[in-house]
């Protein structure tokens, strides 16, 4: 009778633990074909981006009453959108720029879309596409002069990838005011046509 209980009770633990192995190799197999979450780098594709930008810039006003001359100063663009492939992002934009000669200010601001196209897999290399409104404004204290168009906005720039999220990125944008605008003096119209362009040559920081 006691060999008779002690056999019956090697088979149930041995049963036990045959269960036990089945169910710990099913799990191992499911855990196995389950899909590894996916990694989300600076290079990567998909969701929300935003990017600030800080360059050297040229501005020039072009009619038939203006000097047309190019003149430097200090320029920056704040950018966010969204990534709607792993080659295209497309996003809104503002850009600001200042000059300041003798007792004459100039400003300028754009306003506007763009595309960012990649045409490589690595997604460093990019051709910037869109349309902007470009305002400037020239103001001595006493005449304000200012000059509009609504034209393309063009760029390319290379990106590094930079700590987790980040990637900093040269680059060269150029924009041009040219249709619906014109020249006003204190208000009233001076000029019915004028171009208004506008380049950058710089750095930008963006996420992600």
Known sequence: MRRTAVIVGLAVVLGAAGALGAAGAASSAVAQRRPAP????????????????L??????VSCAICAAKRADGISAFVGLGGT???SLRIGAEVNGWRHRDGNVTRTL??????????PDRR????????????????????DVITASGIGPQMGIGYRYPFARMWTLAPF?????????????????????????SFLQLGVSLTRP
Request: net charge positive.
């Open 38 to 53: 996916a990694r989300r780098d600076a290079g990567g594709g998909g969701g929300f981006w935003w990017g600030v930008g």
């Open 172 to 196: 060269f944008h150029y924009t041009v005011g040219v249709f619906g605008g014109g020249v006003d003096f204190n208000g009233g119209q001076a000029a019915d046509r004028a171009t208004v």
């Open 123 to 142: 997604r460093r290399l990019y051709l910037k596409g869109g349309a902007a409104f470009v305002t400037h404004r020239a103001d001595d204290g006493t």
């Open 109 to 118: 601001t754009a306003v506007g879309a763009a595309a960012y196209w990649f």
């Open 84 to 86: 709607t492939s792993r």
């Open 55 to 60: 360059a050297p810039g040229w501005a020039r």
